[in-house]
C-alpha cells in the first residue's frame, strides 16, 4: 500500500456508519458531507459530521424533535384556554 501525505478524511461520526471519503488538498470532497452542531439538554454543543445518508435521517429526526417540542412548548396556552397563569 502506497503512502498518501497531505490528505483530509472525512468519516461519518454515526457509530457503526463506516463511510469515509479521502480528499487530496487539490480536490473539493462530495456535496453529500453535512456539519452540524447539536445542542443537548444542558446546553452542551456537539459537532458532528454526517454522511448524505445519516444527514438525511437525522434532519427526519430533528424535525419530529422540533414538532415535539412545539407541541410541548403550546400545550400550556391550550391548557389554559389562552387567559395566561
Known amino acids: ?4 501525505t497531505n ?4 468519516e461519518c461520526d454515526r ?3 463506516g463511510v469515509k471519503e479521502y480528499v487530496d ?10 456539519d452540524i452542531t ?3 439538554r444542558n446546553n452542551n454543543e456537539k459537532h ?14 430533528a424535525e419530529n424533535q422540533d414538532k415535539n417540542f412545539d407541541a410541548w412548548l403550546n400545550a400550556l396556552t391550550s391548557k389554559n384556554d389562552g387567559k395566561g397563569m
Open 1 to 4: 500500500m502506497a503512502k498518501t
Open 7 to 10: 490528505i483530509t478524511q472525512y
Open 15 to 17: 457509530p457503526g456508519c
Open 25 to 34: 488538498p487539490s480536490e473539493t470532497a462530495s456535496p453529500d458531507w453535512h
Open 38 to 40: 447539536r445542542i443537548d
Open 48 to 61: 458532528l459530521l454526517f454522511c448524505g445518508t445519516d444527514y438525511k435521517e437525522y434532519l427526519q429526526f
